[in-house]
């Protein structure tokens, strides 16, 4: 089992910067990878950015320049770095953690960008 926990939400201008944090705990060894995911009210979860065990990144157009993706092995830790964001990237943000067979979510937490 994996427990996820985000951090860093909240009411941002736009053109603004926030930074988002994931912490994992319980079997975190096997974590093949994490990732970010959004989701506006009345839209499907989206994925915004990728990250594996290897290294890989992957983002979504609408964020590519934008946003970043990181982690800290030592924190257990994923981070998204937003900026100048937009009204249109107001969503709740989920973390999420990949295993084989397995993948788990973290409770989501608002953000939101006035315009």
């Known amino acids: 089992q994996v427990q996820l926990v985000e951090s860093g939400g909240g009411l941002v201008q736009a053109g603004g910067s926030l930074r988002l944090s994931c912490v994992a705990s319980?079997?975190?060894?096997?974590?093949?990878?994490m990732a970010w995911y959004r989701q506006a009210p009345g839209k499907q979860r989206e994925l915004v950015a990728s990250?594996?065990?290897?290294?890989?990144?992957n983002y979504a157009d609408s964020v590519k320049g934008r946003f970043t993706i990181s982690r800290d092995n030592a924190k257990n830790t994923v981070y998204l770095q937003m900026n100048s964001l937009k009204p249109e990237d107001t969503s709740i943000y989920y973390c999420?953690?990949?295993?084989?067979?397995?993948?788990?979510w973290g409770q989501g937490t608002q953000v939101t960008v006035s315009s």
């Open positions: 990250i594996t065990s290897g290294g890989s990144i």
């Open positions: 999420n953690a990949i295993e084989v067979g397995s993948d788990y």
């Open positions: 319980g079997s975190i060894f096997s974590i093949n990878a």
